[in-house]
């Protein structure tokens, strides 16, 4: 892996309200930055590396959309010793380390890196057909009214049988418990070294730019897509991951 920074972005600086943005400064410390921010983020990346290696199949795509700093797609495609994958961000600076870290693991050759804008859709990308698709902790920094769109896109890029593994922060439907889970994951971050301070700056810095929806919410949106039956893999507190396959043709 190459050289990861430690996060205290938001140590050295304060932002403004909704203003985080994935600029220079994130994207050197971002890798840092989900490892001490999301609940086991290594044991989910094997998780998602696991179920893309029993779905993809040979002569289709790996599609990670929101791929940051090309971490997940690295995961996936190292043991998939011949397939070919797409990353999409639409930061370049997160591009710009994701080119070093798959070019680290000596992956160049099979990852293209593409950057667009997902509220805008995928359909003018050029995609063709892929097994599996990811979309790691991204889907709730799209407008809510663009997120049922952009996973239709998915499921008719989706061959039958292919899946797609989304990862979310997600919100309880019910104030007491989503308060409950705030603090508990706010315990979380200190836990791994993160001070008041810097947790009140994200949030603040993250207010109407991450906006979550509930677990039910994230399943409906994927029924509504096309999937049959997408179920939750994984959750942790306000932390869920899913899994929703394409039926068979």
Not at 241 to 249: D, E, M, N, R
Request: hydrophobic share 45%; aromatic share 10%; net charge negative.
């Amino acid at each position: 892996m190459a050289h990861v920074s430690r996060d205290d972005l938001f140590a050295r600086t304060a932002r403004r309200r909704g203003d985080f943005v994935f600029d220079e400064s994130v994207a050197a410390v971002f890798d840092d930055m989900l490892e001490r921010s999301v609940p086991f983020y290594v044991e989910q990346q094997a998780m998602i590396a696991e179920l893309a290696h029993r779905h993809w199949r040979h002569g289709t795509l790996v599609v990670d959309l929101g791929c940051s700093t090309g971490t997940t797609l690295v995961s996936v495609c190292t043991g998939l010793s011949d397939a070919r994958a797409v990353g999409v961000d639409n930061s370049e600076a997160m591009l710009e380390r994701a080119r070093t870290v798959v070019a680290h693991a000596g992956l160049d050759d099979r990852i293209d890196l593409v950057e667009a804008d997902l509220d805008r859709g995928i359909a003018d990308l050029e995609l063709y057909a892929a097994s599996v698709v990811t979309i790691c902790w991204t889907l709730q920094f799209l407008a809510p009214d663009r997120r049922r769109a952009l996973l239709r896109e998915v499921y008719d890029l989706l061959v039958p049988g292919g899946a797609l593994v989304l990862t979310e922060k997600v919100a309880p439907a019910d104030a007491p418990t989503l308060d409950l889970y705030t603090d508990l994951y706010y315990e979380f971050k200190r836990r791994n070294g993160y001070s008041q301070t810097e947790i009140a700056r994200k949030r603040e810095a993250l207010e109407g730019v991450l906006v979550p929806s509930t677990i039910d919410g994230n399943l409906e949106l994927l029924r509504r897509a096309g999937f049959q039956s997408p179920s939750t893999f994984f959750q942790w507190y306000p932390f869920a991951a899913f899994l929703a396959v394409k039926p068979q043709a």
